[in-house]
């Protein structure tokens, strides 16, 4: 168990699975937070970071929720060194923010196109996580997947996805969301490229 005084990743939990649950019953809620590029013109940035706590449904939420809950702890003892302690908090909301610019410079003229869910942020925390641990195990709907190779075919999937374009999953989010945890990790904390490649070599069987 980790030693930490307050864990931000459940209070992140606590905050997105209630925002989350008001959204689903109030259609206003949900459309005010959501990210809506026109809503841009009108200044309302903050949508930059609040469509990160509504999702499209209640397995959407359960999804980000989980996966949140299983490596954000971990890479929040990594960055809670930094910011005074807000380090994660702040890691969190850069990954919702890094992860959506892509999306909006694309749609920004698109009143049709909107987007939600924290899955950029999920990403990022998950990405920095096999920085950490390359082969620890991952298990995607219940089958047990060393991380590096989930990591190689999320983003091969996501890639060939977001080529096709006929879902309405914002790929591009988790991609952008991805790298930015990759990059902002190594930024920090540039030993773990090395470490990284060590363990990367330290095959499992």
Known sequence: MLDLPFNHTVSLILITVIISLIAFSNQKVMNRLIFWPPAMQRGQYDRFVTHGFIHADGAHLIFNMITLFFFGSVIESFYRQYFFDLGFVLFYLGGLIV???????????????????????VSAVLFAYILFEPWKL???????????????LYVSYSIWSGKRGNSNINHSAHLWGAAYGVIMTIILEPRIVSHFINQLMQLPF
């Open 99 to 121: 992860a959506i610019i892509p999306s909006y410079l694309k749609h920004k003229n698109d009143h049709r196109w909107a987007s939600l869910g924290a899955s950029g942020a």
């Open 138 to 152: 991952i298990f995607v709907f219940f089958i047990p997947v060393p991380a590096i190779i989930f990591a190689i």
